[in-house]
Nanobody, 127 residues
Framework: QLQLEESGGGLVQPGGSLRLSCTAS????????MGWWRQAPGKEREGVAC????????YYSDSVKGRFTIARDNAKNTVYLQMNSLKPEDTAVYYC????????????????????WGKGTVVTVSS
């Protein structure tokens, strides 16, 4: 069964840090564009960090640029999202997604081709 599983969410105070992990089972993440999306209550899902495959392009939304870092560890079949200097407005359900085509490239966070999605992990930033 092909699936993605996120972990690492939780409650953190403003200014704190969390690292989210997304691990694949049933398929490999090598050479696939990957990304992290989030959805806050009452808001649309937005792409916050995406990493391409063979060309290494990385994209961050303006709201997280300079605070979040996406990275992949192909040996562990895992993608990470390091989140620093967290703000209350970062509170959301965070989802990871993988492109369905190995070798595809991506120059932003786009839904097209993102065939695999995890169930999400909740991040709450509050004092």
């Amino acid at each position: 069964q092909l699936q993605l599983e996120e972990s690492g969410g939780g409650l953190v105070q403003p200014g704190g840090s969390l690292r989210l992990s997304c691990t694949a089972s049933g398929f490999t993440l090598d050479w696939r564009p990957m990304g992290w999306w989030r959805q806050a209550p009452g808001k649309e899902r937005e792409g916050v960090a995406c990493i391409s495959s063979v060309d290494g392009n990385i994209y961050y939304s303006d709201s997280v640029k300079g605070r979040f870092t996406i990275a992949r560890d192909n040996a562990k079949n895992t993608v990470y999202l390091q989140m620093n200097s967290l703000k209350p407005e970062d509170t959301a359900v965070y989802y990871c997604a993988a492109h369905g085509t190995p070798g595809a490239t991506m120059r932003g966070c786009y839904y097209d081709g993102m065939d695999y999605w995890g169930k999400g992990t909740v991040v709450t930033v509050s004092s």
